[in-house]
């Protein structure tokens, strides 16, 4: 602990990671939120009415926390992490900017009209108010991953003689492959966490007899979109994902796959244990010729092992690489798995009266937020030991005035800061919970 870029890189992974709880339930039910609304305009419904202004209340919460913890992670870029500022300010500026300047001003105006203009505007300009907080969000959600998919496959930039990268063209940042189904998988994964916990407070109300008709609604709007989504968000958002990282950091395929040695026709490993000191995977559960098959379409297809490339070159912490992947996948394979057996006793009219069900959608919504943080890992311990890959190593990154003391000493102060944050929140959160959906709508009249 009294190494500098240790303490800085867990600053950001600490602070990255708090944050991120927040926004991807936004990002997922700006989406539902819109749907409900939409079904209420049209309808003219007022229990939809109502069910949407229970979920904008919770979004309110969200969005507030999100706020609050998003902006000291972007000051660190000045901070802990100076000379990557100097040397990648003229790029990830732009879309750091554009996010700040554009989408995150375009939600959280039209977030201020949905909650506090409900009964002063008409229903379509209300609605109209719910379709552009969606699109703020999710262009919020673009401009982020444009950042973090340069830092991954940088494009469109060449290094000035004093060694500061400049932009040398906007539309080739913003039209790098590595984005789009970076963003789809991401985005995808947002509506599942949304949809988990959306359905998990249903089946709350369902099983404590309360506001029964919105537990029915939240089950149903919840287990649809989550099936779709989860099924999505493997193929083929997650499976394009894996292809651009085979093609473009083969050393971290490897890694994320515990997979040493380059053969042909590689297996796939269920779980293992990577040992370090041999280089080999213990206790393996394969599955023959998959890895090939998956990643490049063909039985026989040779898959390069780590041993290929330099150890320099290596992630900095294989094990924590290939746990987080897999947790990843294995979660999201158990969350198919809920949605899909929820998705078809809704079909047959059982899910409402199926209580073990109920208790596994209510005991389930936390999956997707572990996931997701095990997914970021995935993609961040990946790219190591670059901070932009190829192009500038993470030890060359940090800020060199800023000491290990110091740094220690704010990552503790954040983590007394957001102790008092998450107590705050959860209290809100259950207030909410528990005045339930029958409390005032948020909308006027039609």
């Not at 496959?153 to 004093?162: E, I, K």
């Not at 008709?213 to 493997?234: E, K, P, Q, S």
């Not at 311990?381 to 060199?400: D, K, N």
Request: net charge neutral; proline share 4%; charged share 10%.
């Amino acid at each position: 602990m009294d190494s500098a870029l240790v303490i800085d890189r867990l600053h950001f992974a600490f602070t990255v990671t708090f944050h991120y709880i927040f926004p991807q339930l936004t990002m997922g039910l700006a989406l539902l939120i819109l749907i409900l609304k939409t079904i209420a305009w049209r309808r003219h419904d007022e229990h939809y009415e109502r069910a949407a202004a229970f979920w904008i209340r919770i979004f309110g919460v969200n969005f507030a926390l999100g706020v609050v913890t998003g902006i000291p992670m972007e000051f660190q870029f000045g901070t802990n992490w100076a000379s990557f500022a100097k040397a990648a300010g003229g790029v990830i500026g732009q879309t750091l900017a554009m996010e700040g300047l554009f989408s995150f001003f375009l939600e959280s105006t039209f977030l201020g009209l949905l909650v506090y203009g409900a009964k002063r505007l008409p229903a379509a300009l209300h609605w109209f108010s719910a379709l552009m907080v969606f699109v703020g969000s999710w262009l919020s959600g673009f401009f982020i991953i444009a950042t973090d998919a340069w830092m991954q496959h940088p494009v469109g930039y060449r290094v000035a003689p004093d060694g500061q990268i400049v932009l040398t063209s906007f539309t080739t940042l913003l039209g790098n492959p590595w984005i789009y189904w970076q963003y789809a998988h991401n985005m995808t994964a947002a509506v599942v966490t949304a949809s988990f916990v959306m359905a998990a407070l249903g089946a709350f109300y369902l099983l404590n007899d309360r506001y029964l008709a919105y537990a029915r609604t939240f089950l149903r709007t919840g287990v649809i979109a989550g099936c779709i989504a989860t099924l999505i968000m493997i193929f083929p958002t997650g499976d394009r994902q894996g292809h651009m990282v085979a093609e473009s950091q083969p050393i971290t395929l490897a890694g994320m796959e515990g997979h040493f040695d380059t053969m042909q026709g590689a297996p796939i490993a269920l779980v293992g244990q990577p040992d370090m000191e041999h280089l080999t995977l213990d206790n393996p559960i394969l599955v023959p010729r998959m890895l090939s098959m998956l990643t490049y379409q063909h039985w026989s297809a040779e898959v390069k092992g780590l041993k290929d490339f330099p150890q320099d070159q290596w992630p900095d912490n294989i094990p924590l690489l290939y746990y987080s992947y897999h947790i990843m996948v294995g979660l999201g394979t158990l969350m198919v798995v809920v949605m899909a057996l929820s998705a078809f006793l809704l079909w047959r009219g059982k899910l409402f009266e199926q209580r073990a069900i109920l208790w596994a959608l209510m005991l389930a919504f936390p999956f997707p937020y572990i996931a997701t943080t095990f997914g970021w890992m995935t993609a961040e311990l990946g790219r190591q030991p670059w901070l932009i890959y190829g192009l500038m190593r993470t030890a060359q990154g940090m800020s060199a005035r800023v000491s290990a003391g110091n740094g220690l000493f704010t990552l503790l102060g954040f983590m007394g800061l957001y102790t008092i944050l998450t107590i705050l929140f959860l209290f809100l959160v259950a207030r909410e919970v528990d005045h339930g959906p029958e409390g005032p709508a948020l909308s006027g009249g039609h």
